[in-house]
């Protein structure tokens, strides 16, 4: 062989070796490519996974938060899984009060039960600067007396303080105070902030439905005293021994004594909410005069005073002094009229 023809088989042989290591290097990326697809896949699936547990979970505490009845399983609710979460050793939640100005105390976790409704003024110490300012604090530099955590395995003390003012609406609703054993993950912060949003709704509707119980409780009072002092106007007029009636603006009975059922023979409750023109153990002509009457003395404010025959319930006629004087309302408007019948004889037959 010579050397022409060695040489052109050492080219070949080269050219086949260097076409083999192109193809080794292009597989060999082939591969790289497919496993980094293949872990950024698998690492894009655990993500995801990762992000529906955290999700769920958020829904699992957010459900549980809206099913609180009171401030105290509120705050509980919210430590015990921020313990749970984040490593929250201690925690307190402030309602706002912001026509006063004031913070107070609705619940905490590990906190005295004495210290339960203190208040604090807006701008007063960390947690009143939260309030003012309505921004959070984070504080990692404590001082060594600040706060020592007491449990079952000794005192520890926290590693940060949190002070994060509740909004809603941009209205501040509350402060939360909080002291964890580590520096939160962007991912444990994104879960307090979620929890925090819930708890700030749950505190605003806590709030309305305490105002709506102290509304409801002064109506009731309110009413109890409106009925206690009917019931001694009531009585009172029942121990005047001459026929007593009032009515409304609109010309119907409210109310009578005793003596006027007696005179008539007939039952208050019969007769409440009826007009003159209703009462058949009157002459119609009498009715019909007496309504326009009592239209005309509501509507001026009026007094009527004049001696009339009244059959009363012995069957005679009565010569009767009758009397009725219209009144108003705090607002100036007629509110009714007040009607007595006082007899002036024994009795008079019946032609």
Do not use: W
């Not at 000794?154 to 909080?178: A, C, Y």
């Not at 019909?288 to 509507?299: G, H, N």
């Amino acid at each position: 062989m010579n050397n022409l023809s060695f040489g052109f088989i050492l080219l070949f042989a080269l050219i086949i070796v260097v076409l083999l290591q192109q193809q080794f290097n292009r597989t060999k990326r082939l591969r790289i490519s497919l496993a980094n697809e293949n872990e950024a896949r698998t690492k894009a699936q655990e993500n995801n996974l990762a992000a529906a547990e955290e999700r769920a979970l958020i829904a699992k505490v957010a459900a549980e938060l809206r099913q609180v009845r009171n401030y105290a399983e509120l705050v509980q609710t919210f430590m015990r899984h921020a313990n749970e979460l984040m490593g929250i050793g201690f925690g307190l939640l402030y309602t706002a009060d912001n026509a006063r100005k004031q913070l107070r105390l609705i619940g905490g976790y590990g906190v005295a039960v004495s210290d339960i409704g203190k208040e604090i003024p807006y701008g007063e110490g960390l947690v009143g600067q939260c309030a003012l300012e309505e921004k959070s604090l984070h504080i990692s530099q404590l001082p060594a007396d600040y706060l020592h955590i007491v449990s079952g395995s000794g005192v520890v003390s926290p590693q940060v303080i949190l002070l994060h003012p509740l909004m809603l609406k941009g209205k501040l609703v509350g402060v939360l105070e909080l002291a964890s054993f580590n520096v939160l993950t962007s991912k444990q912060e994104k879960m307090l902030a979620e929890f925090e949003t819930i708890t700030a709704a749950n505190i605003e509707i806590m709030e309305q439905r305490h105002s709506l119980e102290v509304e409801f409780q002064q109506q009731r009072v309110s009413e109890e005293s409106l009925r206690k002092q009917a019931s001694l106007q009531q009585a009172l007029i029942d121990t005047i021994p001459y026929p007593i009636f009032y009515k409304g603006p609109d010309c119907r009975f409210l109310g009578f004594n005793r003596a006027y059922e007696k005179v008539f023979d007939v039952k208050r409750e019969d007769l409440i909410g009826k007009q003159v023109l209703d009462l058949d153990y009157l002459p119609k002509a009498d009715r019909i005069a007496y309504q326009l009457e009592d239209e005309r003395v509501i509507a001026e404010v009026g007094e009527v005073q004049r001696e009339v025959l009244i059959p009363f319930a012995d069957g005679n006629l009565h010569q009767t002094l009758y009397r009725v004087s219209g009144f108003c309302l705090d607002d100036g408007q007629p509110g009714g009229l007040v009607g007595i019948f006082i007899d002036l004889t024994n009795h008079t037959t019946r032609n």
